[in-house]
């Protein structure tokens, strides 16, 4: 029994550490999005990473779309921080596709994120954007295994009646 509660034990401090070092990173990211919402509107572009690292990035821009400021956060601990991108001020976001010779150099995951940043900001000013939240993974998961079950019966009920 002294095992169980040594190991219920070390689990509730691994999830406090968690839980702090996640405040932090709240706190981290709200102070950075402030100083960048002084500036101008701030354009958010993500990319989750389930099992590589996730990617955040916030542009300060001003009313033709001219960027002011440009920071990242990459990582997969929550130890990550924002860092600056400034290859990215001066720069129209406008023109943050595929294409644009700064995004391309990027790696796979920042570059998602910049385009989403490019894709909400150009919905939010055509004001079309509506924020919709994204599944979890793994309400995915129960759906496709609810699909593959019903085709299952089907292919039986199928069989039992040839």
């Not at 690292?53 to 821009?61: C, K, N, Q």
């Not at 033709?64 to 990215?88: C, H, N, S």
Request: net charge positive.
């Amino acid at each position: 029994m002294d095992v169980m509660v040594s190991f219920g034990l070390l689990i509730l401090a691994a999830y406090a550490v968690q839980l702090m070092l996640g405040l932090k990173q709240l706190k981290h990211f709200n102070k950075i999005y402030a100083q960048l919402r002084r500036q101008g509107r701030v354009a958010i572009g993500r990319r989750s990473g389930r099992i590589r690292s996730g990617t955040i990035v916030m542009f300060a821009i001003d009313k033709e779309g001219i960027v002011l400021d440009a920071k990242k956060m990459q990582g997969v601990t929550m130890a990550a921080r924002f860092k600056d991108m400034p290859d990215y001020i001066g720069e129209d976001i406008h023109y943050f596709d595929t294409y644009n010779p700064l995004v391309r150099k990027e790696n796979k995951l920042l570059r998602m994120a910049i385009e989403d940043a490019r894709a909400v900001f150009l919905k939010t000013e055509a004001g079309v954007y509506k924020d919709e939240p994204k599944q979890a993974p793994l309400i995915d998961l129960g759906l496709h295994a609810k699909v593959l079950i019903s085709r299952f019966k089907l292919r039986l009920k199928n069989r039992h009646e040839i």
